[in-house]
Nanobody, 116 residues
Framework: QVQLVESGGGLVQPGGSLRLSCAASGFPFSRNAATWHRQAAGKERELVALISSSGDGVSYGDSVKGRFTISRDNGKNMVYLQMNSLKPEDTAVYFC?????????WGQGTQVTVSS
C-alpha cells in the first residue's frame, strides 16, 4: 500500500535552516507529482510546494517563495524540502502528499518549530 513517511523536523531558531525528507513506497513514485503542505495550530492546511513527477516543474506558496526549495530523487523514492531563512510563522506540522488514482495520500507529518 501507499506509504509516505516524513522526517527531519525539529526546533530551529529564526533565520535557521532545516531539510525535510519524505520516503515513499507502495506505488510507482516516478509517475506521481508530489507536494508538501503544512498546518499550523488553529489554521487550515496550506500548500507549501509542488514538484512534478520528473522534477522539472516546481511551484511554491507565496509565503515561502525564495526561501524553500522542493526536490526529489526518483531513484531513491524520496522528496525533500529545504527550508532556509525560517521564520516563527513557518511553525507547523509539515506533510508530504501525493494523489494517485483519484485518492489523496498523506504522511503522518513532522513538526517544525521556529523559535528563539
Amino acid at each position: 500500500q501507499v506509504q509516505l513517511v516524513e522526517s527531519g523536523g525539529g526546533l530551529v531558531q529564526p533565520g535557521g535552516s532545516l531539510r525535510l525528507s519524505c520516503a515513499a513506497s507502495g506505488f510507482p513514485f516516478s509517475r506521481n507529482a508530489a507536494t508538501w503542505h503544512r498546518q499550523a495550530a488553529g489554521k487550515e492546511r496550506e500548500l507549501v510546494a509542488l514538484i512534478s513527477s520528473s522534477g522539472d516543474g516546481v511551484s511554491y506558496g507565496d509565503s515561502v517563495k525564495g526561501r524553500f526549495t522542493i526536490s526529489r530523487d526518483n531513484g531513491k523514492n524520496m522528496v525533500y524540502l529545504q527550508m532556509n531563512s525560517l521564520k516563527p510563522e513557518d511553525t507547523a506540522v509539515y506533510f508530504c502528499h501525493i494523489m494517485r488514482l483519484g485518492r489523496d495520500y498523506w504522511g503522518q507529518g513532522t513538526q517544525v518549530t521556529v523559535s528563539s
